[in-house]
Nanobody, 126 residues
């Protein structure tokens, strides 16, 4: 069992930056690949980015490539999402998720994730 707590959301103007954090507790952090997903009002949850257990492999949705960056600090049991050049369409609740894996890889499929945080709101004003 792992508990995930996101932080760092807020209101920012278009073109600005935010860094989200997701702190994990309750289990061995390096057992899990980590991902970020988001859900805008009236829309389905969508994949944003994922990172493998070691941090050596990173995956991004086309909509955020070149603007967002995922990283993890295994010593601190924390995964980060650096968001730059934010756009109004990035407005959503952002969720951190953990996927128990044996290999060093990540996934863009939400159903493969085992644990989810409560979400943090990101609002980008135009």
């Amino acid at each position: 069992q792992v508990q995930l707590v996101e932080s760092g959301g807020g209101l920012v103007q278009a073109g600005g930056s935010l860094r989200l954090s997701c702190a994990a507790s309750g289990s061995t952090f390096t057992t899990y690949a980590m991902g970020w997903f988001r859900q805008a009002p009236g829309k389905e949850r969508e994949f944003v980015t994922a990172i493998s257990r070691s941090g050596g492999y990173r995956y991004y949705a086309d909509s955020v490539k070149g603007r967002f960056s995922i990283s993890r600090d295994n010593a601190k049991n924390t995964v980060y999402l650096q968001m730059n050049s934010l756009k109004p369409e990035d407005t959503a609740v952002y969720y951190c998720a953990a996927q128990r894996v044996r290999g060093d890889y990540g996934s863009s499929r939400s159903y493969e994730y085992d644990y989810w945080g409560q979400g943090t709101q990101v609002t980008v004003s135009s």
